[in-house]
Every structure is written in structure tokens, then in C-alpha cells.
């Protein structure tokens, strides 16, 4: 298991208890229904990824891309670093991981 496998999973776990927690605190139900969205997306392609199909990854990637926009976006709107500012920050670092493995694969 590589580490931008590793990188997708745990961003997509991340993803799906913060929908989760977004759904309990303010009863959104967008945040909950687009937590478990893209954090299943994300260990769908990390386990593709595992099977040896790089474009896993590569979805991966851009999952976590867009992830990284809305996040900021919803950080310079709210101007509050939990939850936008840290999932920004984690998605940065994530995204950097799965970058730099693309680029060992290739």
C-alpha cells in the first residue's frame, strides 16, 4: 500500500465523518449527503488504485482538487477555520502526497 492510498483513504474518511458531523450540528443535510458522496468516491479510487489501475489516483487527485476549492471557498466566505481551514489544509497536504506518487508512477 503506497502512501497516496493511504492519503485518499484517510481524506476520504475525513470526508464522511465531517458530512456526518455537519448533518448532527447544523442539520445539513448537503453536508452529509456530500461528505458520504466524495468520501466514497475517494476510497473508490484508492482501492482502484490498490489494484494496480493508476487512474485511481489520478481520480483521487481530482476529487481532492475540487475538495480543496469548495473548502476554500467556504473559508473565505465564513472566514472560520473549522471545518473549511483544516479540510483545506488537509487537502492540500493529500493532494501533494497523491501528486508526488503520480509522479514516482509515471
Known sequence: MTLG???ALAYGILAIIG???????????VS??????????????????????TWGLTLAAVITGVLIVVFGFRLVKTRKFMPAGFMTILGVLALATMVTQLAVLR
Do not use: E
Open 19 to 29: 458530512g456526518i458531523i455537519g448533518y448532527r450540528k447544523a442539520n445539513s443535510k
Open 32 to 53: 452529509l449527503i456530500s461528505g458520504i458522496i466524495s468520501g466514497l468516491l475517494l476510497m473508490i479510487a484508492a482501492f482502484v488504485h490498490l489494484q494496480g489501475q
Open 5 to 7: 492510498i493511504v492519503a
